[in-house]
């Protein structure tokens, strides 16, 4: 028999403690503390179990970088927020963005002009003919919408935490440079326009910089390719890749601005190849452009989000906006599934950034100035003042609570086609995976850390987050 090599040891090494977050859809637990779980090692070791579904975390093969997790600041959550007693206030937004609390978002969207999420239509270039911009202002954001903002940014920058980077996105133009000549119900930019509404976002940034509320990255129209009866503008491929090239790019080129990230397309998933295709294979106008947003209403189409960035990896994919429709559906289930299952599909799929919809809407999924009602996940309840998280709320904290910004993307599979599953080491080297079992059995599996290993239980449509420390 060989003699051992010096330095080698036959010992195993020693377990590691696996913490474990549990949430059910049944509400009996709600981002709660389990036991931890022992990794031992090496995996495979233990054969008893091998006829158990598999995990694997596979650490070394890295992916794309995370930018984080985040929702919308609309005008409506901000006057839902700003009617809140003093104390629910200051526990929002510790429920959204304390990183040691709460959610730690650190990726938010907001929009420039009115959406249906607004109290109702209005533009901050709203005399017509004023193609000089001399009466541009943004008076009605200071109302409500950037004192919520500059609150969450204030508890941001005393935690020390990364700031908050916020998305603009347009939903119609000023009636005045429109085809049908008012705001809602779709229509088209007038084309004698085009330079003056690129303008338009160049002086839009620059009025939030002067408040202290820098402009991370703009998308150049919400849900291009949808007529709504509420704010909207139509544009096709070709009109919103020229508007790209001739237009805004240069615009923000020319203001000083070319560091704020052009976003393209910001509907679903079921055009983004398309859509964005006929952009990036513009050169001049692919140049302006760092990535794709997409939606997740219609089919799922998760496909075409890989699909798009085997085509351009150089580019980026980011999820703009996503709510569950129809209402306020309080007490639903159903509502943390679809986002669980949307978030992990989507990061599988090389997306850097997940942003929810309305950070917070009132008992009946409002206000809204078209009744167009949906659910957020914390609701507030306008007669008593009290805060009401979703399961939406619960499960994107399994998220946004251990997948920390500048995190990668780890190798990572199940064996089980119900369990679905995601991983990623943060930047302080701590390794964490998800799990989510949206069926109604009990799931018994083997998890697979890379060379160590344990047995974990996925109880019925339930999601697990697993950290392991550096």
């Known amino acids: 028999m060989p003699a051992s090599k010096p330095g080698l040891s036959n010992s195993l090494p020693e377990p590691l403690q696996l913490r474990c977050v549990l ?36 650490s070394e093969r890295r992916f794309q970088t995370l930018l984080g997790f985040g929702g919308a600041f609309t005008e409506a959550a901000a006057v839902t927020w700003g009617a809140l007693p003093e104390a629910e206030r200051a526990a929002l937004l510790r429920q959204y963005f304390d990183a040691d609390s709460g959610h730690g978002y650190t990726l938010c969207r907001l929009h420039m002009n009115s959406c249906d999420f607004a109290l109702g239509n209005y533009a901050h270039a709203a005399v017509a003919g004023d193609v000089l911009l001399e009466h541009f202002n943004i008076e009605r954001d200071r109302k ?100 790209v090239r001739d237009h805004l790019g240069p615009a923000l080129a020319a203001a000083g601005l070319g560091h704020v990230k052009i976003i393209v397309w910001d509907h679903n998933r079921d055009l983004m190849v398309e859509r ?40 980026a994919l980011l999820f703009t906006e996503g709510c569950q429709e129809g209402g306020p559906h309080l007490g639903s289930a159903a509502l943390g599934e679809r986002y669980a299952r949307n978030i992990i599909n989507d990061l599988n799929r090389w997306t850097v950034g997940w942003i929810d919809w309305n950070l917070l809407l009132d008992e009946t999924g409002g206000p809204n100035h078209v009744g167009n009602l949906c659910s957020a996940p914390i609701m507030a309840n306008r007669q008593t003042g009290e805060l009401m998280p979703q399961s939406s709320y619960d499960y994107l904290g399994h998220f946004a609570r251990f997948i920390k910004p500048g995190a990668q993307r780890l190798l990572c599979a199940a064996s089980k086609q119900n369990l679905e599953v995601t991983a990623f080491v943060n930047p302080d080297g701590s390794k964490v995976l998800v799990v989510l079992n949206r ?32």
């Open 23 to 58: 949430s059910t859809a049944d509400g009996q637990h709600r981002l709660a503390e389990q036991a931890p779980l022992l990794l031992q090692g090496p995996a495979g070791a233990n054969s008893a179990h091998s006829d158990l579904p598999s995990v694997m975390v596979h």
């Open 439 to 470: 069926s109604e059995a009990a799931i018994h599996y083997t998890l697979r850390l890379d060379a160590r290993q344990c047995q974990a239980l996925a109880p019925a449509r339930s999601i697990s987050s697993f950290e392991l420390s550096a």
């Open 276 to 315: 964005a295709a006929a952009v990036y294979s513009d050169p001049e106008a692919a140049k302006y452009v760092w990535g794709c947003g997409f939606h997740w209403y219609g089919e799922d189409h998760f496909e075409h989000v890989q699909l798009l960035h085997d085509a351009w990896p150089d580019k």
């Open 144 to 243: 409500a919408l950037l004192p919520m903002i500059k609150a969450a940014q204030a508890l941001v920058q005393q935690a020390g935490s990364t700031s908050i980077r916020l998305l603009a996105s347009p939903w119609s133009p000023p009636p005045w440079m429109k085809s049908n000549g008012q705001m809602n119900q779709g229509g088209e930019l007038l084309p004698e326009y085009a330079a003056v509404w690129a303008q338009c976002y160049v002086r839009f940034i620059q009025a939030y910089a002067a408040e202290g509320v820098p402009i991370w990255g703009l998308t150049v129209q919400n849900e291009p390719a949808a007529t709504q009866r509420w704010d909207s503008c139509i544009y096709s491929a070709e009109q919103e890749r020229d508007f």
